[in-house]
């Protein structure tokens, strides 16, 4: 029979077991658990048997308790009052527990007695309320007001930042947790300390608002709202600083707005979002007659004066323009209604509307109006209006009259044009006929004086024409490549004559690394070109004229700048604009003494302008003109030197001395040699050029060349220089001359190498000249530049290479039919004549021809005409080739002639050289 255990442990276990909390018996030594509660092993998961024995670290999982059971190993036991700690469970988990710990001694052994709480749901709790406690800190911290926390008992329970800022407290009376001294900080900051003491010390009965004024002028609004559970009292602290000052501008500008409205001028009237009149100034009574403002406010204005358009047609209220500043939120300018008076007459009025707009809801409550009366100004108006009218009649009129005189003046042009050059070109064409025979030499001097005179005429007709069309902006400009070097040689090179008559050097210089092909207008480039240095040798009398190529702008839209300078008479600054007016020379004297219209510049200045350029001009150095123009054009082609390498690498190094007065062709002759790398000495007179020798002698140093200008050679000192050259030096002479017949210096050069080369010359046939006189390669022909006959008029050849042709000429002037005829027949071709369009079309019937040249103007049949029957007879298939030649020089003619069905177009007069020239291009 089993022994019953005593009474005392059975109700100790009971005890035990029937505790909330878990309570643990761990043996010292081993640290086993050697007791256990239900509680313990129901929290742990545990069954009781497995839980009895297990090591304590087993079931300890906060780190204060590891270190608390390593110091239990070491034998240092102490008891913990309360402590928390983690206890992990079967499954691995742990839940937070809060523990006692005491020690106990049974016997000799020593035990450690455990009684913990299961702590998850009060930490969760207090979780939540940290969070609410934050939450509601961050709420009290980041609100736009100050808020004050008093208690019951006069203490402050609290405040956020925002109210020590407000009321500026120092952070030495926030850091000493003294209530008084921030509460006297508070009533020491305000106006009336007793007011705001009585706030803060009267616990009171509801919400209740108080404005405060602070001694810096500030409004701070104080709300206070009690809590009854604590007997405490939160204060609320907002700056309305803003706002009261602003409600206070509100109510002045109010009075002012008043004021304003009853000292306007204009009329002016308020309606609601319904169209009801709720406010007129005095004004608004005045000018439209009313006599009170009970006769309008309160009513629908537009039915009161607005209901009606002059004419008397019903004005509807949707339809009224002003309805537009509430309809679609924007104001409105009207000009053109009126206001109707109570007496049923109405006032031409001008009105602004605009929508009234509540700030904070952005609604719309209404609009308002100002106006004047406008009657007489419309009045006004309508008078203006009939007088502008009248005055557009007479500039209609007028512009007809202008169109009309244009007509007839280009109509007056087009028939002088062609009765000038009609018998210019029998004075022109039978000159050259004339010298193409053999003639005396007076007989010949007469004819060239012919010459000259008939071709100086036609320049002056073609610059009457050319003014004419850019006049009347009809000038149009063509688009084709051309060799910008080739350009300045034939223009330079067409003026050698009268340079050499005048005995002027005349040169030009194009920097190798701009040179190529552009693409522009040619002709009218030339036209410029020709005007400038036509007019630099006309007013030149001694010295030089030169013409220099430079750069602007470095881009592939190059802008070139070409330059004419001479020595000549210049231009006084204050006549510098006056030279490109038209009909217009610097001053009468000149127009005597060297002739001209006047009109060459003009017309130059309005090209450029028409190729988007500039001109102008300058003080030349010595005293003459700079005449300048710069045009953007493009470079199409890289530029291409015109001597060949091999031959400029034959004078490499090559010693030369420049002797010349002429500063600006020396200037380009050396700007020539530096680049094909010669060593270059320059003077400008003889016995500098002597002393130069004389010093280069004693260094041993051997000049290979002496360019010498020939325009010193009226000068013993001269003569006196090439007798002084030692033979034994052997000296080579390249004497640099505008005319052949100034050679006198044969008798001087002893047995020097001498050779000549006239103004103006190209770079080639100076690279030639000094290649001859510094090597020893003989002289070849002139190296020119493979374009060098791009620009230039074929002349005539004595063999012509062209197969005879049949020709078929329609002339009705027996002049001109000797002309053409001379000349084609000249050119080894057979020629029928006929002396109108229709005995034209019969002889292209009869026979076959290979070109037909038409004139335009003749009777019976003109040229046009006849050329469209004689290519509606051809068909589809068209062989014969037609030119037109006439006297009318306008391009609206040109374009007749091809519209007709010609193929080109001859303007008279015309030379020999331009008829071959025609006749291989389309034959």
């Known amino acids: 029979m089993a022994t019953a255990k005593p009474l005392e442990p059975i109700l100790a276990e009971l005890l035990a077991d029937h505790c909330s909390m878990m309570l643990l018996a761990v043996e010292a030594s081993t640290q086993s658990i050697v007791a256990a509660n239900i509680k313990a092993c129901n929290l742990l998961d545990y069954p009781k048997k497995k839980l009895i024995g297990m090591d304590i670290g087993t079931i300890e999982s906060g780190l204060t308790g590891m270190f608390y059971w390593q110091e239990v190993t070491n034998g240092n036991i102490q008891e913990i009052d309360t402590a928390e700690s983690e206890f992990r469970r079967s499954d691995g988990s742990c839940i937070p527990i809060e523990k006692t710990v005491s020690k106990s001694i049974v016997g000799k052994k020593s035990y ?40 019951g008992t006069g203490n402050i329970e609290g405040m956020n930042h925002r109210f020590s800022q407000m009321w500026n407290i120092p952070t030495s009376i926030l850091s000493s947790n003294n209530d008084q001294m921030v509460l006297d900080h508070l009533f020491n900051s305000v106006k009336n300390p007793e007011l705001l003491r009585d706030l803060i010390n009267t616990p009171g009965k509801g919400e209740d608002t108080t404005t405060i004024k602070l001694n810096n002028g500030k409004l701070f609004e104080l709300r206070s709202n009690p809590e009854q559970a604590t007997l405490s009292r939160v204060f609320s602290c907002n700056d309305v600083t803003v706002r009261v000052r602003t409600q206070e501008a509100l109510s002045e500008s109010r009075e002012n707005l008043q004021r304003l409205l009853d000292s306007m001028l204009e009329g002016a009237f308020g309606l609601d979002s319904k169209g009801i009149c709720t406010f007129v100034n005095p ?35 949707s339809e009224c323009k002003s309805h537009q500043a509430y309809k679609l939120r924007q104001s409105v300018h009207i000009d053109d209604e009126v206001f109707w008076r109570p007496d049923g007459t109405y006032l031409s009025v001008e009105y602004w509307t605009s929508p009234i707009i509540e700030d904070e809801s952005n609604k719309i409550t209404g609009t308002i109006t100002t106006f004047v009366d406008i009657t007489e100004r419309k009045e006004i108006e309508r008078m203006k209006k009939d007088l502008v009218l009248e005055k557009q009649r007479h500039l209609i009129a007028s512009k007809n009259q202008a169109e009309a005189a244009n007509k007839a003046k280009s109509e007056f042009l087009a028939i002088m044009s062609h009765e000038i050059r009609t018998p210019m070109n029998g004075v022109i064409g039978m000159t050259g006929l004339l010298l193409g025979t053999k003639l005396d030499k007076e007989g010949r001097q007469y004819a060239e004086n012919i010459r000259i005179s008939g071709e100086q005429m036609m320049r002056i007709i073609n610059e009457i024409l050319d003014f004419s069309k850019l006049e009347e902006g009809k000038m149009e400009l063509d688009q084709a490549p051309f060799e910008l070097s080739a350009l300045v040689e034939t223009v330079v090179e067409s003026y050698t004559h009268e340079s050499s008559k005048k005995n002027l050097a005349l040169g030009y210089y194009i920097p190798e690394q701009i040179q190529g092909q ?88 309005r090209l450029v302008k028409l190729m988007q350029g500039e001109i102008g001009v300058e003080q030349a150095s010595g005293g003459g003109a700079a005449f300048w123009f710069s045009i953007p ?19 490499n190094k090559k010693k030369v001395l420049i002797i010349s007065s002429r500063h600006f062709n020396r200037y380009a002759i050396i700007k020539l040699c530096q680049q094909w790398k010669m060593i270059v000495w320059e003077v400008d007179n003889t016995a500098a050029a002597e002393e130069l020798l004389l010093d280069q002698e004693k260094q041993s140093i051997k000049t290979d060349l ?41 008798d001087h050069c002893h047995n020097l190498k001498l050779s000549h080369l006239y103004w103006p010359f190209r770079s080639t046939d100076l690279l030639t000249e000094i290649i001859h006189l510094t090597t020893d390669k003989a002289p070849e022909p002139t190296l020119h530049n493979d374009y060098e006959t791009q620009l230039a008029v074929p002349s005539p050849t004595e063999n012509n290479a062209l197969s005879s042709m049949r020709i078929l000429v329609a002339e009705d002037n027996p002049v001109n039919q000797m002309i053409a005829k001379a000349m084609l027949e000249k050119q080894g071709h057979e020629v029928d004549m006929v002396i109108n369009g229709v005995q034209a079309v019969e002889a292209f019937q009869e026979s076959s021809y290979q070109l037909i040249l038409m004139d335009m103007h003749m009777p019976e049949m003109d040229g046009l005409e006849a050329t469209r029957k004689i290519r509606e007879l051809e068909g589809e298939q068209q062989k014969v080739v037609i030119v037109a030649l006439t006297a009318n020089a306008l391009t609206s003619d040109r374009e007749k002639c091809i519209a007709a069905g010609m193929n080109d177009y001859l303007s008279k007069p015309f030379n020999i050289a331009q008829l071959e020239a025609l006749i291989a291009h389309w034959c």
Request: hydrophobic share 40%; proline share 3%; net charge negative.
């Open 112 to 151: 450690i007695l455990i009684s913990a709480s299961d702590i998850t749901t009060r930490l969760h709790t207090e979780d939540k309320l940290a969070l609410i406690s934050a939450r509601l800190k961050s709420t009290l911290e980041s609100t736009a007001d100050g808020i004050l926390a008093i208690s």
């Open 283 to 317: 004004a608004f009574l005045r000018i439209l007659g009313f006599q009170n403002t009970h006769e309008v406010l309160g009513k629908h204005l537009h039915s009161l004066i607005h209901h009606s358009h002059a004419d008397g047609s019903p004005y509807l209220a």
């Open 518 to 605: 552009y693409l522009g207008d040619i002709g009218r480039l030339r036209q410029i070109l020709m005007n400038l240095v036509g007019n630099a040798t006309k007013f030149t009398r001694a010295g030089e004229v030169f013409v220099e190529v430079s750069i602007d702008e470095v881009s592939n839209e190059k802008k070139l700048r070409f330059t004419v300078s001479d020595t000549g008479i210049g231009i006084p600054d204050t006549e510098k604009d006056k030279v490109f007016q038209s009909f217009t020379q610097v001053d009468t004297s000149t127009s005597r003494r060297y002739g001209g219209t006047g009109l060459g510049l003009a017309i130059c200045k």
């Open 633 to 651: 054009l493009k470079l199409i082609d890289n530029p291409i030197s015109p001597v060949p390498t091999e031959s400029a690498s034959l004078i």
């Open 706 to 746: 002496i360019i010498l200008d020939n325009n010193l050679s009226q000068s013993e000192n001269f003569l006196a220089f090439l007798s002084s050259l030692k033979p034994e030096r052997n000296y080579s002479i390249l004497l640099l001359d505008s005319q052949p017949e100034n050679h006198n210096e044969s």
